[in-house]
């Protein structure tokens, strides 16, 4: 999927994000579940990391079933399934090219903030489609490439929020062309950190690149230093989520 190898440090790091995220219980995930409608159904969580989602999901759903590649985000999901005492709940080791389910498995297939990062998004979102049952759904978000977050990183990844919106672009003439019907909402959210070193901390080991130069990181955080006040970094983020 993404072109970072995460590790350990990576996961503690993207834990830190996490928190960061006022807009993870606020906003993305109020909704996330009104275009899932979730209740009763048997869901699959593509590339869900050490189970951000899962317990909120599984609140509401029948079933849930989470698939990630890599071993330290499901070792985070498993304990997160031990420590909530989730039932429900099942995770397992895939790709998303290669899912191994049969058509017509799931009522509802999700995928966050995944997608655009993996060259064979087609092949993939293909993949969804079939699995999903009629009358199923399959919800993907990702950044629209407006608000402060792609302009940060562009700061150090070439053409970044041309990417991002090229991507979108990209994404809904390829739903069309298939004849999806697709819903779109846009939701404004946010990452607030204690103080611009601690963002920069934060993203330097989830985001960026690595190997940054000391120029490149003055740039960055003399950006986090415009978006903070009254000791408080904020950064501003969009998420698009496609329903189909």
Known sequence: MASRSKNKAYWDYWHELV??????NTREIPALLRAGRFEGKKVLDAWCGPGRLLAVV?????????VDDNVWALAGARKTIWLKGLKNVRVLKARLERLPFERNSFDVVYCMWALH????????????????KPRGRVLVGFSSGNRDLPLFEGIVKRNHVKKLKRFEKSFDAFCKKQGWHVRVRRIPLAFEFSSPQRALGVFLHTFLPKGISAQKKKELLAFLERHS???ITRVGQELV???I
Do not use: P
């Open 19 to 24: 928190k960061a995220s006022i807009h993870r």
């Open 58 to 66: 599984a609140r509401h759903a029948s079933m849930v079933v989470g």
């Open 241 to 243: 989520l496609y329903s």
């Open 117 to 132: 990062y993996d060259k064979s998004w087609k092949k993939v979102l293909r993949g969804f489609v079939q699995i999903v």
């Open 229 to 231: 006040r009254r000791g």
